[in-house]
C-alpha cells in the first residue's frame, strides 16, 4: 500500500516563495509516475506538475516557469518548489501516484493514492 504525506504548506505573500515536500512510503511500482494536485475553493482539483521514474516532468500551464518538481530518489520524496507566488495559487494542494505511466496519466482519476493535502495560502 503507497503512502503518501504532503509538508510544507503555509502562507506567503504575492511574490514569494514556498517549498512543498511529499514523503512516499511503502510499495512504489519501479515505472512510476507522482504528481501534485491542487484544488481551490469551489473549483475542480487539477494536476500542477507531475514526473515519472525517469525523470522526465510536465507541468500546468499556470505553473510552468514558477514552479520546479523533483524528486530524492534515495529518501522517497517529492518536491515542489513554487516561485513568483500569486493569489491564484491559493489552494489545497495534494500529492497522488498514478496507477499507470505518467504517459497515460491526465486526470486526478488516473492517480489511486492520494496524501491528505497541504494548504497553501497566497497574500496580494
Known amino acids: 500500500q503507497v503512502q503518501l504525506a504532503e509538508s510544507g504548506g503555509g502562507s506567503a505573500q504575492a511574490g514569494g516563495s514556498l517549498r512543498l515536500s511529499c514523503a512516499v512510503s511503502?510499495?512504489?511500482?519501479?515505472?512510476?509516475?507522482l504528481g501534485w494536485f491542487r484544488q481551490a475553493p469551489g473549483k475542480e482539483r487539477e494536476e500542477v506538475a507531475a514526473i515519472d521514474d525517469k525523470g522526465a516532468t510536465r507541468y500546468s500551464d499556470s505553473v510552468k516557469g514558477r514552479f520546479t518538481l523533483s524528486k530524492d530518489d534515495a529518501e522517497n520524496i517529492l518536491y515542489l518548489q513554487m516561485d513568483s507566488l500569486s493569489p491564484e495559487d491559493t489552494a489545497m494542494y495534494y500529492c497522488?501516484?498514478?496507477?499507470?505511466?505518467?504517459?497515460?496519466?491526465?486526470?486526478?482519476?488516473?492517480?489511486?493514492?492520494w496524501g491528505k493535502g497541504t494548504l497553501v495560502t497566497i497574500s496580494s
Open positions: 511503502g510499495y512504489t511500482y519501479s515505472s512510476y509516475c
Open positions: 497522488a501516484e498514478a496507477y499507470y505511466s505518467c504517459a497515460i496519466s491526465h486526470s486526478s482519476a488516473d492517480f489511486g493514492y
